[in-house]
């Protein structure tokens, strides 16, 4: 088992630019996550992938923002058109469990992205 | 909506030192889950425990025990005889019945272990 591993794990782009984020998850983990954690708080959800159909998306996630898991294996977050206040670490979860359960999570190193 | 407080923002403790780390939450839902997470200086979360909300049995884990009162909303950590290796932010963080199981988390405690 070799855990939750995302990439890149720095990114620093210009404003303006695109970028996109890579998870994968714990091989048998039918549920991905992605959440958001700027310097001093705690991490904040963005959305959810049951195998690979997103269920849920926050208010948080705008419209520059997109996740995909075709597959329902490895996850994608990509942003449009970024700005200095996308700047943040952008972890990625996953967990097991059949519908209705909430095991616990776990997550990955995260991508740390700076918006110069 | 559900919401996560943590009051201590950082706690400084010698080594072997026992702290607790409060942990109050708020949710209308019967049924939720409450979870513990690690963040060390690397900066990856660590899981720790997860507690649902039927079970207000104690736990405990070595030098780690958790005490959960549902009739304060609270689920506090305790640290037992301190070490070194304990210094990173600890994250409560509380998942709804029927919200897709997403956590919405604290804004963390920091502890500092010191020789």
């Known amino acids: 088992d070799t855990g939750v591993s995302q990439d890149p794990r720095h990114k620093i782009t210009k404003r303006g630019q695109n970028v996109t984020f890579r998870c994968d998850p714990i091989s048998e983990h039918n549920r991905l996550y992605w959440y958001r954690q700027t310097l001093g708080q705690g991490p904040e959800f963005l959305t959810y992938f049951q195998n690979e159909a997103q269920l849920e998306k926050s208010r948080l996630l705008s419209d520059r923002f997109s996740a995909e898991r075709p597959k329902g294996s490895f996850s994608t977050l990509e942003i449009q058109r970024t700005e200095q206040g996308d700047s943040a670490m952008y972890l990625c979860?996953?967990?097991?469990?059949?519908?209705?359960?909430?095991?616990?999570?776990?997550f990955g190193p995260g991508t740390r992205l700076t918006v110069t | 909506a559900q919401k996560v407080t943590q009051a201590q923002t950082e706690i400084s403790v010698v080594e072997k030192e026992d702290v607790t780390l409060d942990c109050v939450y708020e949710t209308r839902d019967t049924t939720y889950y409450l979870f513990w997470y690690k963040q060390p200086p690397s900066g990856e979360l660590v899981f720790l425990i997860r507690?649902?909300?039927?079970?207000?049995q104690n736990e405990i884990s070595g030098r780690y025990s958790w005490n959960f009162q549902k009739s304060t909303s609270s689920f506090n950590f305790t640290i037992t005889a301190s070490q070194v290796v304990d210094s990173a932010v600890y994250f409560c963080?509380?998942?709804?019945?029927?919200?897709?199981?997403?956590?919405?988390f604290g804004t963390g405690t920091r502890l500092q272990v010191t020789l």
């Open positions: 963080a509380l998942s709804e019945a029927g919200t897709a199981s997403k956590l919405t």
């Open positions: 507690r649902n909300s039927f079970d207000e």
């Open positions: 979860a996953s967990s097991g469990g059949l519908a209705g359960t909430h095991y616990e999570q776990y």
